[in-house]
């Protein structure tokens, strides 16, 4: 019988990690993407052992994206379920101020991973006549406010939200299913630039009087993750404590 492998690219996070301890029973081999936080995937190998197979990659380069890519295909390591979460920590960065770079490195480590991975993925699962891809989006893709001083993040969403969107209509007839889940602000690692003070003004503005936090989070991708959701696609689904 054929493994059934997952691919968690930035695993190494705590919704990665989340994830990855709450779903790894359902998988032979969990491909586990990281940067540079080896810590998280030691202590993920340390639980779960030889499924955990990490790779390492810079996503803002783009030779060691497509290397990611290939290795993963030469190693016969193509996942049936592809979930994206790789972004860059939120910048807390007034347009004015912001570079071209500031945008670019956001759209490399986000956007272009999802294009490169899923190009290189995408036909394995058509001969597989199955497959699942789930992309980390924003509470400001489901028509939220938008989070202030952060415009390399939101673009860079959106441009996702479309890969979702085109990727659900093109494949939505080879049993694949292409979704995006957009939580509210989530108190993780990834908070790290923006000032205390707007994180606890969210917290204080949600009707749950705090932040979501992975466990939140992480049941929402193992709804979409199994075969309950095998006829949900092209699906944008707000996790967000009723903000």
Same mark, same amino acid.
């Given at each position: 019988?054929?493994?059934? $492998?997952?691919?968690?690219?930035g695993a190494s996070s705590d919704v990665g990690?989340?994830?990855?301890?709450?779903? @790894?029973? +359902?998988y032979d081999k969990i491909i586990c993407h990281y940067r540079n936080s080896t810590a998280v995937i030691e202590e993920l190998q340390s639980q779960f052992g030889k499924k955990i197979v990490p790779v390492q990659a810079d996503f803002a380069n783009e030779k060691d994206t497509i290397d990611f890519a290939q290795r993963i295909i030469d190693e016969r390591n193509t996942p049936d379920h592809?979930?994206?979460?790789?972004?860059?920590?939120?910048?807390n960065k007034r347009f004015a101020k912001m570079q071209w770079e500031d945008f670019e490195k956001e759209f490399q480590i986000s956007f272009r991973s999802a294009v490169i991975i899923s190009s290189a993925i995408l036909p394995q699962m058509v001969k597989n006549k199955a497959g699942k891809l789930i992309f980390m989006l924003s509470y400001q893709t489901v028509n939220q406010p938008a989070l202030k001083y952060a415009a390399a993040y939101t673009c860079s969403k959106y441009a996702i939200l479309g890969l979702m969107r085109k990727l659900s209509a093109e494949y939505i007839d080879k049993k694949i299913t292409v979704n995006?889940?957009?939580?509210? $602000?989530? #108190?993780? =690692?990834?908070?790290? +630039?923006i000032?205390?003070?707007? $994180? @606890?003004?969210?917290? #204080?503005?949600?009707?749950? =009087?705090?932040?979501? $936090?992975?466990?939140?989070?992480?049941p929402t991708f193992e709804y979409l993750l199994s075969p309950a959701a095998d006829c949900v696609t092209g699906q944008n689904i707000a996790v967000t404590g009723g903000n």
């Open positions: 019988m054929r493994e059934k $492998i997952l691919l968690v690219t990690a989340t994830l990855v301890c709450s779903i @790894q029973g +359902n592809f979930v994206h979460l790789s972004a860059t920590p939120i910048a995006g889940i957009s939580p509210s $602000i989530i #108190e993780t =690692k990834f908070l790290v +630039n000032p205390e003070l707007l $994180i @606890q003004k969210s917290a #204080e503005n949600s009707p749950l =009087k705090r932040n979501l $936090i992975a466990d939140d989070v992480v």
